[in-house]
């Protein structure tokens, strides 16, 4: 009950003598004292009675009265039977301290005025026990129909008064009735989620309004997963039975994300066979147009690639980050690992995307993981193979980065990478099939290392010291080894152009 139900009740001729303002005040529990200083007795929303036997003097009153505000008691009520009256006192050091006082007649005992509020709150915890019970019933009962998370929080909602959304820490919006949020208040509420000590937590939005984060699940250290709510108002200001609501609620999010989490990994593997058959060139165009197309995506449009490495121990912590930023873009993005490097592949990719994906990446670097994420640019079907190069080339670049969330696009990126993106992956392969293909059928006849040797020959920037030291070979052995590779291939490697020939072809193999 709140102070209003107590002065107003009928029978007891009590009387406010200071605290008009606070009638709205709730009275959480009751206490009897006469002890000049019951600090440590008191909690906050308390109803303090007593019959000033503690006053022997002014100053006494102060002194009480003092304690009381500390506690933030609700109000006090003072008897009558030992002054005939409450002294003006008292009611000078209740303004003062800005303490409601209440006035209880001589013929009214303190055990009436304990016993009205013990039955108001009986009366309001079996109302809420009974409104809770209906509510949790609602609520099984709409999960059971299989009503949608953003029918569940309409629903809540209408009970409480409390308008929620609910967000992921890179800003995706998994349900939001009311609308989403704009990217400003949500740059806000995810650093909000990912800072807090403790939630929730009350936030002012750059929009001016307030609104609440609340947690859904233990954090456990974990930043950059969880899903969260974001509600209306400050949480402070709602009521028991809000709170139990969003409380009931929140369990239902949870076991939302864990469903999300497992369709996520159930399509995984589907997901690791698409980006390995697309990198080796295994799998013809059809075949691979029907992979993509089982898992959602759609290869007649163009493509994007995302590549993640997280420092998290746990690569399907880095997956389902890729993947989450990823879904807010494209629908059914592609993501898988390959070479221990996250990888997302996504069609249907919104306007705007790459600057999307990396907004909802820095996003996360206010939290306690390091993130290092590469994007190619947008591609057709045929290109796929270099897309995935150029995304992993560039992430491999951001891993340089000292920076907690680093990200770098296919624009930032000055090298070869960029030119054979661009290129057909069937050309590519046949470029590389006609400069190389004679070293490869020597090498698979002999069981030799012409083309290791190449490489690294050509990643020693022509050194026979440094590429023999890396081979573990004498340098005779490596001076050997180039030179069958130039009699198979028809180039000179001294000279600049056909170096770079080679060394196209060496990066427009498939991996095998």
């Given at each position: 009950?709140?102070?209003?139900?107590?002065?107003?009740?009928?029978?007891?001729?009590?009387?406010?003598?200071?605290?008009?303002?606070?009638?709205?005040?709730?009275?959480?529990?009751?206490?009897?004292?006469?002890?000049?200083?019951?600090?440590?007795?008191?909690?906050?929303?308390?109803?303090?009675?007593?019959?000033?036997?503690?006053?022997?003097?002014?100053?006494?009153?102060?002194?009480?009265?003092?304690?009381?505000?500390?506690?933030?008691?609700?109000?006090?009520?003072?008897?009558?039977?030992?002054?005939?009256?409450?002294?003006?006192?008292?009611?000078?050091?209740?303004?003062?301290?800005?303490?409601?006082?209440?006035?209880?007649?001589v013929d009214v005992s303190f055990a009436q005025v304990s016993e009205l509020v013990t039955t108001r709150d009986d009366a309001e915890r079996e109302r809420a026990l009974a409104t809770a019970l209906g509510r949790e019933r609602r609520l099984l009962a709409a999960i059971t129909e299989g009503r949608s998370l953003d029918e569940l929080?309409?629903?809540?909602?209408?009970?409480?008064?409390?308008?929620?959304?609910?967000?992921?820490?890179?800003?995706?919006?998994?349900?939001?009735?009311?609308?989403?949020?704009?990217?400003?208040?949500?740059?806000?509420?995810?650093?909000?989620?990912?800072?807090?000590?403790?939630?929730?937590?009350?936030?002012?939005?750059?929009?001016?309004?307030?609104?609440?984060?609340?947690?859904?699940?233990?954090?456990?250290?974990?930043?950059?997963?969880?899903?969260?709510?974001?509600?209306?108002?400050?949480?402070?200001?709602?009521?028991?039975?809000?709170?139990?609501?969003?409380?009931?609620?929140?369990?239902?999010?949870?076991?939302?994300?864990?469903?999300?989490?497992?369709?996520?990994?159930?399509?995984?593997?589907?997901?690791?066979?698409?980006?390995?058959?697309?990198?080796?060139?295994?799998?013809?165009?059809?075949?691979?147009?029907?992979?993509?197309?089982?898992?959602?995506?759609?290869?007649?449009?163009?493509?994007?690639?995302?590549?993640?490495?997280?420092?998290?121990?746990?690569?399907?912590?880095?997956?389902?980050?890729?993947?989450?930023?990823?879904?807010?873009?494209?629908?059914?993005?592609?993501?898988?690992?390959?070479?221990?490097?996250?990888?997302?592949?996504?069609?249907?990719?919104?306007?705007?995307?790459?600057?999307?994906?990396?907004?909802?990446?820095?996003?996360?670097?206010?939290?306690?993981?390091?993130?290092?994420?590469?994007?190619?640019?947008?591609?057709?079907?045929?290109?796929?193979?270099?897309?995935?190069?150029?995304?992993?080339?560039?992430?491999?670049?951001?891993?340089?980065?000292?920076?907690?969330?680093?990200?770098?696009?296919?624009?930032?990126?000055?090298?070869?990478?960029?030119?054979?993106?661009?290129?057909?992956?069937?050309?590519?392969?046949?470029?590389?099939?006609?400069?190389?293909?004679?070293?490869?059928?020597?090498?698979?006849?002999?069981?030799?290392?012409?083309?290791?040797?190449?490489?690294?020959?050509?990643?020693?920037?022509?050194?026979?010291?440094?590429?023999?030291?890396?081979?573990?070979?004498?340098?005779?052995?490596?001076?050997?080894?180039?030179?069958?590779?130039?009699?198979?291939?028809?180039?000179?490697?001294?000279?600049?152009?056909?170096?770079?020939?080679?060394?196209?072809?060496?990066?427009?193999?498939?991996?095998?």
């Amino acid at each position: 009950m709140d102070l209003r139900d107590l002065v107003e009740a009928p029978g007891l001729g009590l009387t406010l003598l200071y605290g008009e303002q606070a009638l709205s005040r709730p009275i959480r529990s009751v206490f009897t004292t006469d002890l000049i200083d019951p600090g440590r007795y008191l909690t906050e929303g308390a109803l303090v009675l007593t019959g000033l036997m503690w006053r022997r003097d002014p100053d006494d009153s102060d002194r009480f009265v003092r304690v009381l505000a500390h506690a933030r008691v609700a109000a006090l009520a003072a008897g009558e039977a030992a002054f005939g009256s409450i002294p003006a006192d008292v009611v000078q050091a209740c303004r003062r301290h800005r303490v409601p006082l209440v006035a209880v007649p001589v013929d009214v005992s303190f055990a009436q005025v304990s016993e009205l509020v013990t039955t108001r709150d009986d009366a309001e915890r079996e109302r809420a026990l009974a409104t809770a019970l209906g509510r949790e019933r609602r609520l099984l009962a709409a999960i059971t129909e299989g009503r949608s998370l953003d029918e569940l929080l309409t629903m809540i909602g209408h009970d409480t008064g409390v308008t929620c959304r609910v967000l992921t820490p890179t800003g995706r919006s998994v349900a939001a009735p009311a609308g989403p949020l704009d990217t400003a208040d949500t740059d806000a509420v995810c650093r909000t989620f990912q800072l807090a000590e403790r939630l929730p937590s009350a936030v002012s939005l750059p929009t001016g309004r307030t609104v609440s984060v609340v947690d859904v699940e233990p954090r456990l250290g974990q930043s950059m997963t969880p899903w969260f709510l974001v509600c209306d108002g400050d949480h402070r200001t709602w009521d028991d039975d809000a709170h139990v609501s969003l409380r009931d609620l929140g369990a239902v999010i949870a076991a939302q994300r864990r469903r999300w989490d497992e369709d996520r990994r159930s399509t995984r593997r589907s997901a690791d066979d698409v980006i390995a058959l697309t990198v080796t060139g295994q799998a013809s165009r059809a075949e691979l147009a029907a992979r993509m197309g089982d898992l959602g995506a759609d290869p007649g449009r163009p493509c994007l690639v995302a590549a993640a490495i997280g420092a998290d121990e746990f690569l399907d912590t880095t997956c389902a980050v890729l993947h989450d930023a990823a879904s807010q873009i494209a629908d059914h993005p592609i993501t898988g690992v390959r070479d221990g490097t996250a990888i997302t592949i996504l069609t249907r990719v919104a306007a705007g995307g790459s600057a999307t994906l990396r907004r909802a990446f820095e996003r996360l670097a206010v939290g306690s993981g390091r993130l290092a994420v590469g994007l190619s640019g947008e591609v057709s079907m045929d290109a796929l193979a270099g897309a995935i190069d150029e995304a992993v080339h560039a992430v491999r670049t951001a891993e340089l980065r000292d920076q907690k969330v680093a990200v770098v696009t296919s624009d930032e990126i000055r090298s070869h990478v960029l030119l054979l993106g661009a290129v057909p992956d069937g050309v590519r392969h046949a470029f590389a099939v006609r400069v190389l293909g004679g070293v490869l059928d020597y090498d698979a006849r002999h069981a030799s290392a012409l083309l290791p040797t190449l490489d690294a020959f050509l990643r020693a920037d022509g050194s026979w010291s440094r590429c023999a030291a890396e081979l573990h070979v004498h340098v005779n052995t490596a001076r050997y080894r180039i030179g069958r590779v130039e009699q198979l291939t028809g180039r000179n490697l001294s000279r600049l152009e056909d170096r770079v020939d080679l060394l196209l072809a060496l990066r427009s193999l498939p991996a095998r």
